[in-house]
């Protein structure tokens, strides 16, 4: 079956350390979307990417950073220099170039907390 | 800039009773509109989209929506609700003309609880 696949599903990160979050996807899509989720504040994204080798900052890059080497591919960089990085985080995917009405698919997310 | 505003953080029903849960969106054009659920833990899954084709909409696990331009709305309901539909639900938008490369901007979400 096709999806995105988060993992690990839980993670925990040490002070002063950098944790990578994987998000693999066999949908054959060629948009990517990392968002945060924290309580009561909805999803807010921190990068995106349209095709491989390129990527956008979202609302809020400060801290993290990502790369897509490979269309089905699309890690997150959570780095020591971002302060409150406890949070759910989500990837997404939609076909890119078939309008805006194309819905994003999500994958199971994974939650991030400090050590 | 698009934004969505979800009215009630928390709504709780009775079993077989009624679901309502409001969204109203901002936009200087009339946009495409999605309601997302999510269970604990989970991601987010469609329920169902508005793309103009018809105003009123109909998804999966017998919710539907209603477009409503005058009033700026797509609210989501369910006429009789299950235990099940326990859940957090999101509104959310996307410019038709894909300003902002296809972005989807999401409300702050609903906790919808289902008393027995």
């Known amino acids: 079956d096709g999806g995105i696949t988060q993992s690990p599903k839980y993670l925990f990160r040490k002070e002063g350390q950098n944790v990578t979050l994987s998000c693999e996807q066999n949908?054959?899509?060629?948009?990517m979307y990392w968002y945060r989720q924290d309580p009561g504040q909805g999803l807010r994204l921190i990068y995106y990417?349209?095709?491989?080798?390129?990527?956008q900052k979202g609302d809020i890059a400060e801290g993290y950073s990502v790369s897509r080497e490979k269309k089905e591919s699309f890690p997150l960089t959570v780095t020591s220099a971002q302060k409150n990085p406890t949070a759910f985080y989500l990837c997404?995917?939609?076909?890119?170039?078939?309008?805006?009405?194309?819905?994003?698919?999500f994958g199971d997310g994974t939650r991030l907390s400090i050590l | 800039a698009q934004s969505v505003t979800q009215l009630g953080s928390h709504v709780s029903v009775s079993e077989g009773a009624l679901v309502l849960l409001r969204c109203n969106y901002s936009?200087?054009?009339?946009?495409?509109l999605f309601w997302y659920v999510q269970y604990p833990n989970q991601g987010l899954q469609l329920l169902l989209k508005?793309?103009?084709?018809?105003?009123l909409v109909k998804g999966i696990n017998g919710f539907e929506a209603e477009f409503k331009k005058s009033e700026t709305s797509f609210h989501l309901t369910k006429p009789s609700a299950h235990m099940s539909d326990a859940a957090e639900y999101f509104c959310?938008?996307?410019?038709?003309?894909?300003?902002?490369?296809?972005?989807?901007?999401f409300g702050k979400g609903t906790l919808l609880t289902v008393n027995p």
């Open positions: 997404a995917s939609r076909r890119h170039g078939q309008g805006s009405d194309q819905p994003q698919h």
């Open positions: 949908l054959n899509h060629d948009a």
């Open positions: 990417s349209q095709i491989v080798n390129d990527f």
């Open positions: 936009s200087s054009v009339p946009p495409y």
């Open positions: 508005y793309t103009s084709a018809a105003t």
């Open positions: 959310a938008v996307s410019d038709p003309g894909g300003g902002s490369n296809y972005k989807l901007t």
